[in-house]
């Protein structure tokens, strides 16, 4: 393995080939892809409900009374004869009352939806690989400046 770090050593010729002594080690980390989807979170439904309650009303009403006056006559005297077939009829009336009903419009209830935007903390431990470079012995070990520190 000690040509492996030969790659790591400082180098004025950026032009120069690797060659089968030469080591290459990939190091990768994960990034964490975030994508939204839509799925429906609930239902709201809107529906009437008939409610019945009583109603009491106080209506004033009026109506007919035939009022019987007896008066005394001083023996007035009459050409007309005694009969039992004399009637008078006196129509009586009042007043009656008539419940009908009607619908009337109240009120609406109106549903619409619109969106609200919130933020979501998500956390997530990603894994990476990094470099460990280990001597064993007299080793010199040079590093390009540009390069992460790989101790």
Same mark, same amino acid.
């Given at each position: 393995?000690?040509?492996?770090?030969?790659?790591?050593? @400082?180098?004025?010729?950026?032009?120069?080939?690797?060659?089968?002594?030469?080591? /290459?080690?990939?190091?990768? !980390?994960?990034?964490?892809?975030?994508?939204?989807? #839509?799925? !429906?979170?609930? &239902?709201?439904?809107? $529906?009437?409900?008939?409610? &019945?309650?009583?109603?009491?009303?106080?209506?004033?009403?009026?109506?007919?009374?035939?009022?019987?006056? /007896? /008066?005394?006559?001083?023996?007035? $005297? $009459?050409?007309?004869?005694?009969?039992?077939?004399?009637?008078? /009829?006196?129509?009586?009336?009042? &007043? !009656?009352?008539?419940?009908?009903?009607?619908?009337?419009?109240?009120?609406?209830?109106?549903?619409?939806?619109?969106?609200?935007?919130?933020? #979501?903390?998500?956390?997530?431990?990603?894994?990476?690989?990094?470099? #460990?470079?280990?001597?064993?012995?007299?080793?010199?070990?040079?590093?390009?400046? $540009?390069? !992460? @520190?790989?101790?």
């Amino acid at each position: 393995m000690k040509n492996f770090w030969g790659m790591f050593q @400082d180098n004025d010729n950026n032009n120069e080939k690797e060659t089968a002594e030469d080591g /290459r080690l990939q190091l990768r !980390q994960e990034e964490l892809d975030v994508n939204k989807s #839509r799925v !429906q979170a609930g &239902e709201v439904t809107l $529906s009437k409900e008939v409610v &019945e309650e009583q109603k009491a009303v106080d209506v004033p009403v009026t109506h007919e009374e035939v009022i019987i006056e /007896r /008066r005394t006559i001083n023996n007035e $005297s $009459s050409d007309t004869p005694i009969s039992s077939g004399e009637t008078i /009829r006196i129509p009586v009336s009042k &007043e !009656q009352v008539d419940v009908a009903k009607h619908t009337v419009v109240t009120g609406e209830v109106l549903a619409r939806k619109h969106e609200v935007e919130e933020t #979501r903390h998500i956390e997530e431990t990603l894994k990476k690989e990094e470099a #460990r470079i280990n001597t064993e012995g007299d080793t010199n070990v040079v590093t390009d400046e $540009s390069t !992460q @520190d790989l101790s």
